[in-house]
């Protein structure tokens, strides 16, 4: 142990005696931060996975560079015979540099540190995922140190150890490309990804750890760490011995036995979710739902044999899934269906209507058709529900979840749409959100003059936009017998209407709002703006198609968990103001729901909504504006709570807005939820499409926020990097002078 030490610690001091360990990482961090700024200047999403999605090519480059003298020097100096032959074992030399050169790499990478340090102050970050990230990097890191540790080995020239270690790093990561594999045969592309470090790295990066990723990196680890050793402590052997016969047997052995971990260890079951949301783990309203089961539900999946490398990924994480579900309840059966293999699996596939799923695959210049399975059937009492095809992970635990809960209740509340007259294009209709809707309630649609012959009182009406011109008396009358009766409500209001061609918006006269003034509602002909967190919009200008930011699109987070999930990001485009005054009702409570974040202004002149418009000349009504709001009977002896939210957009929930923002449906959903009374799968449903954006205080200035933070990761750990280097320095140049004078 003494010894590994020692040589360890050499090695790494060594690294950092000279300036090309310096230099290396400093450009290592250079370059990891400005790719990463340019990056979410686009995205701005408060995560680091544009950092880790491009930490692979960089490494693929970085580590090579700083590994190819750890053997190379040595042989070259003629050093490394003689650190064998001392009364070192072989193994501790080679593990000795592999944990030099993997400790200088975690240093560079921990310089990154700063950045999510600095986005702390300006998003959520999920630090679970984080840990999983930075670990998922280092256990990268340690592959490709050992590739260039064994490529060091080969040679004494440095420069082809480099270009060894480079084109070895590289190939292993574009195997495990998609875009490579897909051109392959089926059980090749899927082998040959379960060989790239690339897959299993992007599996920890996720925020789960799983013991098949973890066991694959060490594996890797101790092959090329092996094959090192071989090639080392060959050299001193006569090639034609028993010894080194019985050598290369022992080390080909252990290769073969660690690829095969490397390849086949799917069967091996571990895992540990760190994301906050625990993502990948089972939302208690879902142990709760399987928990008290009283009778079996049946899970049949069906599934390719042989998956095509679209499905294979996604098939593991479903199967990882059941078995969770499996194992939480003894009502539940897991049942696998290979219809590709099986005639008989293949016709129950499609009276059931899991049809195979056809992926467009290039293969030498021309087009493939290839299909796979991938789709399941819960089954509960003389009940079935069918999920076609399964795309990814995300929401299929809801799915799983609300298909159950659904068949567990003999009855479904009833959802009734009022769809009141509009002006808007049709991609601003909701078509979208009653589809999701109908999945789990009972959804009518109905006309303002309908109201009043309902058979069956719904237990939460929804009326989203529109105009009240033409609604005559009786409508208005009946939907306030409705509220007065203790019916929910979800009312969206639109004050204002917007001319999408002109970019100009005008009052909406008869929007319903002043129906609401006597719950102490005001819903002002504004329109809101903010400057520091908005969206980012392509539009078309002389130079083509650009993005730009676009602060009428507001984005904020919701105030309230109870009626509104876990949802913690929200786009709202062309929003107004809310002012609460003192209501005339007796008996309610009126809170706010939805606020904007204190950097938001108040337009009254909505003649130009162009991203260019003067937002300066409005700024002087700058604060924190409500958006949305929500009414509660206070009454306890009225046994029929009021629930009510009113949101000043309706916008935000249209096929446009919401299908590119599916955290705007989750909002939805767990709105109508609340108003039913059935918030039992809000937590699962919000999980998954949980957002976090970054929420500058400001930007774009020399001295903004965004400009700041973006230039200390620029500057501040490449000084850090010098300033250490010139105390090594100073330090080394103290000793040797005293060293010197001791001497004379």
């Excluded at 050093?79 to 032959?85: A, D, G, K, M, P």
């Excluded at 028993?242 to 079951?269: E, H, K, P, T």
């Excluded at 007065?484 to 319903?512: C, H, K, P, W």
């Excluded at 001295?703 to 200390?712: A, P, V």
Aim: hydrophobic share 40%; glycine share 4%.
């Amino acid at each position: 142990m003494r010894s590994l030490l020692t040589i360890l610690n050499k090695d790494f001091k060594s690294y950092f005696d000279q300036p090309t360990g310096y230099i290396l990482n400093i450009i290592f961090v250079i370059a990891i931060s400005f790719m990463f700024f340019r990056t979410i200047e686009t995205t701005n999403e408060a995560s680091l996975r544009p950092m880790f999605s491009m930490l692979p090519w960089i490494l693929s480059i970085y580590i090579p560079a700083a590994t190819m003298r750890l053997f190379a020097e040595e042989q070259r100096d003629g050093t490394l015979e003689i650190l064998f032959t001392q009364p070192v074992r072989g193994v501790i030399v080679i593990l000795s540099k592999f944990f030099a050169g993997l400790l200088f790499v975690v240093v560079g990478i921990l310089g990154t540190l700063i950045i999510p340090i600095s986005l702390v102050f300006a998003g959520d970050l999920d630090f679970g995922a984080l840990f999983a990230q930075y670990l998922g990097a280092i256990f990268l890191s340690s592959s490709l140190v050992s590739i260039g540790i064994f490529s060091s080995s080969l040679t004494k020239n440095q420069i082809v150890a480099f270009m060894i270690a480079l084109s070895i790093s590289i190939l292993s990561i574009v195997i495990g490309l998609d875009f490579i594999n897909i051109t392959l045969p089926s059980a090749l592309s899927i082998l040959l990804q379960d060989l790239s470090p690339i897959t299993h790295f992007s599996s920890i990066t996720r925020g789960l750890i799983d013991l098949r990723d973890v066991l694959y990196f060490i594996s890797i680890d101790i092959a090329f760490l092996s094959i090192t050793y071989l090639n080392t402590r060959g050299k001193s052997l006569n090639t034609n011995s028993m010894q080194y016969r019985n050598l290369r047997i022992g080390v080909g052995s252990l290769v073969i036995l660690c690829l095969v971990f490397a390849w086949f260890g799917n069967s091996i079951q571990g895992r540990i979710d760190l994301t906050e949301d625990k993502v990948y783990s089972l939302a208690p309203s879902t142990k709760n739902i399987f928990d008290n089961l009283d009778d079996y539900v049946t899970i049949t999946l069906f599934e390719s044999k042989d998956h095509p490398i679209n499905t294979a990924l996604t098939a593991r994480d479903v199967n990882d899934f059941l078995s969770d579900l499996n194992a939480r309840s003894k009502f539940v059966k897991i049942k696998h269906r290979y219809p590709d293999a099986n005639e008989k699996d293949a016709e129950e596939s499609e009276i059931l209507g899991i049809p195979p799923v056809q992926f467009n695959i290039q293969r030498q210049g021309e087009f493939q058709v290839k299909t796979g399975y991938l789709g399941m059937t819960i089954a509960y009492a003389n009940n079935k529900e069918v999920i076609p095809f399964i795309e990814s992970l995300d929401g299929l635990e809801y799915k799983i979840a609300s298909l159950t809960f659904k068949m567990l209740n003999d009855t479904q509340k009833t959802i009734t749409f009022i769809n009141l007259p509009s002006s808007k294009n049709d991609q601003y209709g909701m078509s979208s959100f009653i589809s999701l809707l109908s999945q789990q309630y009972n959804v009518n649609v109905v006309s303002p003059d309908e109201l009043q012959g309902i058979q069956k009182i719904p237990d939460v009406f929804i009326m989203a936009g529109g105009s009240y011109e033409n609604m005559n008396i009786n409508s208005i009358q009946a939907i306030q017998n409705y509220i007065n009766q203790g019916i929910s409500f979800l009312i969206l209001i639109d004050t204002v209407n917007i001319d999408t061609n002109r970019m100009i918006a005008y009052q909406n006269e008869f929007s319903g709002s002043k129906y609401w003034e006597n719950y102490g509602i005001i819903v002002k002909n504004n329109i809101l703006f903010d400057l520091n967190s908005y969206e980012t919009l392509p539009f078309t200008t002389q130079s083509g198609e650009v993005l730009l930011p676009y602060p009428y699109w507001l984005r904020t987070p919701p105030l309230d968990s109870k009626s509104t999930g876990k949802v913690n990001s929200i786009l709202f485009p062309w929003t107004s103001s809310i002012e609460l005054i003192k209501p005339l009702i007796n008996n309610i409570t009126v809170e706010p729901l939805i606020t904007t974040s204190p950097t938001a202004s108040i337009q009254y002149d909505y003649q130009d909504l162009s991203p260019g418009a003067n937002f300066e000349a409005n700024r002087d009504n700058t604060g924190v504006q409500v958006i949305g709001v929500k009414i509660q009977n206070n009454n306890k002896s009225n046994n029929i709570p009021i629930r009510t939210i009113l949101i000043a957009d309706s916008d935000w929930l249209s096929d446009y807005i919401a299908s590119s923002n599916q955290s705007n449906f989750a909002l939805g959903m767990n709105m109508v939820d609340w108003l039913a009374q059935e918030d039992k799968l809000a937590d699962i449903r919000s999980k998954v499409i949980r957002e976090r954006k970054l929420d500058w205080s400001s930007k774009g200035e020399f001295f903004s926020h965004q400009t700041l933070t973006k230039n200390l990761n620029y500057v501040l750990t490449p000084i850090i990097f010098i300033m250490i280097g010139v105390f090594r320095y100073l330090k080394r140049k103290s000793i040797q002078k005293k060293t010197f004078s001791d001497e004379k």
